[in-house]
């Protein structure tokens, strides 16, 4: 990664964020654009009014999410897992009909104690309520999620 006065620096991962208005190029293109500048898309991921393209994560405007839905982090995740499966599905001429679970999911880490935030649209617990909701044992839980979520992205 280069920095802006042109030194290197060395990253094991970059992440592209657009602006909070989405990203010009996208606005620039002939492919549909929310009111909030970015790619508008709906629950199935896919581009309204164009075929087999399909978006998921901060440069997607999904369709109607309740107001405490997030755009990025694990609900990137889960939207980008449902874009995949229907654009495999459309590509394979059968219809998209993959959808996600909105959901809102972090650890706390407070250093001493740690509190699970958790709310989802069908009301379910996260991982069938085996964890406590406020508890020391979180922060080794999260610092394992991390480790599991970053083997994951550099090794398989």
Same mark, same amino acid.
């Given at each position: 990664?280069?920095?802006?006065?042109?030194?290197?620096?060395?990253?094991?991962?970059?992440?592209?964020?657009?602006?909070?208005?989405?990203?010009?190029?996208?606005?620039?293109?002939?492919?549909?654009?929310?009111? !909030?500048?970015?790619?508008?898309?709906?629950?199935? !991921?896919?581009?309204?009014?164009?075929?087999?393209?399909?978006?998921? !994560?901060?440069?997607?405007?999904?369709?109607?999410?309740?107001?405490?839905?997030?755009?990025?982090?694990?609900?990137?995740?889960?939207?980008?897992?449902?874009?995949?499966?229907?654009?495999?599905?459309?590509?394979? !001429?059968?219809?998209?009909?993959n959808r996600y679970r909105h959901e809102l999911s972090c650890i706390l880490d407070m250093e001493n104690?740690?509190?699970?935030?958790?709310?989802?649209?069908?009301?379910?617990?996260?991982?069938?309520?085996?964890?406590?909701?406020?508890?020391?044992?979180?922060?080794?839980?999260?610092?394992?999620?991390?480790?599991?979520?970053l083997y994951y992205l550099r090794h398989l």
């Open positions: 990664m280069v920095n802006p006065d042109g030194t290197f620096r060395k990253a094991d991962l970059v992440l592209y964020s657009p602006e909070m208005t989405g990203p010009k190029f996208a606005q620039q293109s002939c492919l549909p654009i929310s009111v !909030g500048g970015h790619l508008d898309v709906d629950r199935y !991921g896919q581009a309204r009014e164009l075929h087999n393209v399909f978006a998921a !994560g901060d440069c997607a405007s999904h369709e109607a999410p309740p107001p405490w839905v997030p755009h990025q982090a694990h609900m990137a995740q889960l939207r980008a897992k449902a874009a995949a499966r229907n654009m495999k599905a459309v590509l394979a !001429g059968k219809s998209a009909t104690d740690a509190l699970w935030m958790h709310v989802s649209e069908d009301g379910k617990p996260p991982f069938w309520n085996i964890f406590p909701r406020r508890s020391k044992i979180l922060i080794r839980v999260k610092g394992s999620f991390e480790w599991i979520f």
